[in-house]
């Protein structure tokens, strides 16, 4: 079975802290990693891509470890904003298809 | 603009009925997919294609059903069939090259009245 594993949250945190979450998935396969952001009642939109070496895009790192099978994002200086359910998603290639698996999300709330 | 746009945004459906909620993408993508999000939990997927005239079953494809005549349109049927249709429906579209990203549009809310 091909899942994606998240911390459930939810995060409560205040202004100005680090947070981070972790995702864990089980298929060896995966090819593609990503981490899409979702506010209430909306549809998921990409933040990031997650590549081997790991990346970065202003106050978000993302970093990945294929041998532990492992994705994290880090958000440092949390602003109000940030508040959303972040939604680790993997893609794995297999018989000539290309499935996005979505984990269930985990929900920040950055308090003032 | 491109993009993949969701109708209608609310829907309401008596029991017993079928609906079909609509996706459109002007994208040019290859694959689509359908997903369904139920209050607090995660994306599940339905149905998914990744050509005309082709879709697979997802995990929970029971009570719903697809076609993919169209590149551009992936519409979604819900069937009286599926006993708890009430949820968020979410389409994407995407290339099928390796490190490209979904695209959603914004939603249907289904509603059972």
């Known amino acids: 079975r091909k899942e994606v594993e998240q911390d459930p949250g939810p995060f409560n945190v205040p202004e100005g802290a680090t947070v981070a979450f972790n995702c864990t998935y089980s298929n060896s396969a ?8 979702q506010d209430c ?3 998921p939109k990409l933040l990031m891509s997650v590549y081997s070496s ?8 993302a970093q990945l470890n294929r041998a532990s099978q492992y994705i994290s994002l880090l958000i440092r200086d949390s602003k109000l904003s940030d508040s959303a359910t972040y939604l680790c998603v993997v893609r794995y290639s297999g ?6 698996t979505f984990g269930k999300g985990t929900k920040l709330s950055v308090i003032p | 603009d491109g993009g993949i746009t969701q109708s209608p945004k609310y829907l309401f459906r008596k029991e017993g009925q079928n609906v079909t909620l609509s996706c459109e993408q002007n994208l040019n993508h ?9 209050p607090g939990q ?3 997927l339905i149905y998914y294609s990744q050509i005309v005239n082709d879709f697979q079953k997802g995990d ?6 697809v076609s993919r005549e169209k590149k551009e349109s992936f519409p979604l049927t819900v069937t009286s069939a599926q006993k708890n249709p009430t949820a968020f429906y979410l389409c994407a579209s995407s290339t099928p090259s390796r490190n490209t990203e979904a695209f959603f549009g914004q939603g249907t809310r289904l509603t059972v009245v």
């Open chain 1, 30 to 37: 995966s090819q593609s990693f990503f981490w899409y952001r």
């Open chain 1, 41 to 43: 009642r909306k549809e």
């Open chain 1, 54 to 61: 790991g990346n970065e895009d202003g106050r978000f790192t």
């Open chain 1, 95 to 100: 018989a000539g298809s290309y499935q996005l």
């Open chain 2, 30 to 38: 290859d694959a689509m997919y359908w997903y369904r999000q139920d």
């Open chain 2, 42 to 44: 995660g994306l599940r």
């Open chain 2, 60 to 65: 929970i494809a029971e009570g719903y059903s």
